[in-house]
C-alpha cells in the first residue's frame, strides 16, 4: 500500500516538473528553443520565423506544420514544449 502511495506522489511531481519546465513556443527565443533536446539552430529558426509569420501556436502539435517537424522529430520534443496561454497577435504579413 505504501509503495502505491509513493509511486503515485512519485509520478505526480514528475509530472508537475515536466510543465514547469517545458519551453514555451509562444515566448522562447532561439537560444530557449535550442535548449530542448531535437532543436538546433535550424529548426529553432524555422519557429521563430513560422511564429513570426503566422501568429502563436495554438497547441504544441502546430509544430508540425513547420519545416522540419515530421512524426520523429514531433515525438522527440512534443513531452518539453508547450505553448502557455495564447494570446491574439496580428501575424505579419
Known sequence: MLKRWLGGILLSLFVAVQALAAVDLNRAGQAELE??????????????????????????DDLA????????????????????EVVAVEPKK
Open 35 to 60: 535548449s530542448v533536446k531535437g532543436i538546433g539552430p535550424k529548426k529553432a529558426k524555422s519557429i521563430l520565423e513560422y511564429r513570426e509569420k503566422n501568429g502563436p501556436f495554438k497547441t504544441v
Open 65 to 84: 506544420k513547420v519545416k522540419g517537424f515530421g512524426k520523429a522529430s514531433m515525438a522527440k520534443v512534443r513531452a518539453s514544449l508547450s505553448v502557455g
